[in-house]
């Protein structure tokens, strides 16, 4: 399955992305069933609608899918990250990729 180029994006940013695919990274905070709760690099929480093949193996998951209306993501793929992500340095990477979209 090939994906297209996705921007990363922390939770604010979602709004900017409603009905586009993007590339999120989080903390596991809940899951149940098909559903996700996330805590987002800026300390947010994002819900995630997980598709029928995912398995979240550690904490940090990467998640590519499309944004909702209501700011949640409808999962298309997801890779595990480990157990030891810091999300904080990555949230400032998000940030720089924004500011300078043509270098990434």
Not at 50 to 57: F, W
Not at 72 to 97: K, P, R, W
């Amino acid at each position: 399955m090939s994906l297209p180029a996705t921007p990363r994006v922390n939770s604010a940013m979602l709004s900017a992305h409603i009905g586009k695919t993007v590339r999120f990274v989080g903390k596991i905070m809940e899951q149940n069933g098909t559903r996700a709760f996330m805590s987002a690099p800026d300390k947010g929480q994002v819900e995630i609608h997980m598709n029928e093949t995912s398995q979240y193996g550690t904490q940090f998951i990467e998640v590519i899918g499309v944004v909702n209306s209501d700011h949640s993501i409808t999962e298309m793929a997801s890779t595990n990250m480990g157990n030891d992500f810091d999300l904080e340095t990555y949230n400032q990477a998000v940030i720089t990729m924004q500011q300078f979209p043509t270098l990434f």
